[in-house]
């Protein structure tokens, strides 16, 4: 089987961090990282410019960790709270997903992509949750997410006997106004 050595232009999950000359097969590198632009051919024709690209890759990496870590401490300080129509024992109609909650942070002024949000399933109760959230590769935080019921708790379906009290309750006021206004 043949094998290539490549330069990783961008971070490849189970592969190599970015700047790294990694072994692939040819395959692998020739139909999926050199077309997507994640590598480049490590020859040695070009290897010199992969030397200074590796130290401006270093330096761009520096920057972005930076970059990640003072978002960290400003995302870490923020608790977003959605608000959900749910059912009587909390649980929601509809979910809470990494959609909304990349969107919620975009409001915010955080420009963070929805799979960075590492969120296995949509939430799907009322309460306090953290997500994880991976700003970098080194940078990681735990995302406070408060569900919070919309307006009032929806409980089942009502008897007639008691849709007939509900109806009678609401009624009532309405005929006192009335009779206060003709005195």
């Known amino acids: 089987m043949a094998h290539t050595k490549i330069l990783l232009r961008e971070d490849v999950d189970d592969l190599?961090?970015?700047?790294?000359?990694?072994?692939?097969?040819?395959?692998?590198?020739?139909?999926?990282?050199l077309p997507r632009k994640l590598a480049v051919q490590a020859t040695a024709n070009n290897v010199k410019?992969?030397?200074?690209?590796?130290?401006?890759?270093?330096?761009?990496?520096?920057?972005?960790r930076t970059t990640?870590?003072?978002?960290?401490?400003?995302?870490?300080?923020?608790?977003?709270?959605?608000?959900?129509?749910?059912?009587?024992?909390?649980?929601l109609y509809g979910s809470v997903t990494?959609?909304?909650?990349?969107?919620?942070?975009?409001?915010?002024?955080?420009?963070?992509?929805?799979?960075r949000l590492h969120l296995r399933e949509p939430i799907?109760?009322?309460?306090?949750?953290?997500?994880?959230?991976?700003?970098?590769?080194?940078?990681?935080?735990?995302?406070?997410?408060?569900?919070?019921p919309e307006g009032e708790v929806i409980v089942g379906h009502l008897t007639p006997e008691q849709e007939a009290e509900l109806a009678k309750q609401v009624e009532k006021p309405e005929e006192e106004e009335s009779a206060e206004g003709t005195e």
């Open 124 to 148: 799907k109760r009322l309460g306090d949750f953290t997500v994880p959230l991976r700003l970098h590769r080194e940078v990681s935080i735990d995302l406070q997410v408060k569900v919070v």
């Open 98 to 115: 990494s959609m909304d909650i990349a969107e919620a942070l975009q409001e915010r002024g955080y420009e963070i992509d929805r799979h």
């Open 16 to 33: 190599g961090s970015r700047g790294e000359i990694v072994r692939v097969r040819a395959g692998y590198a020739r139909n999926y990282l």
């Open 68 to 91: 990640a870590e003072g978002q960290a401490e400003q995302i870490g300080k923020l608790v977003l709270e959605f608000k959900r129509k749910s059912g009587e024992q909390g649980a």
């Open 49 to 64: 410019q992969i030397e200074q690209e590796r130290a401006a890759l270093l330096k761009k990496e520096a920057n972005e």
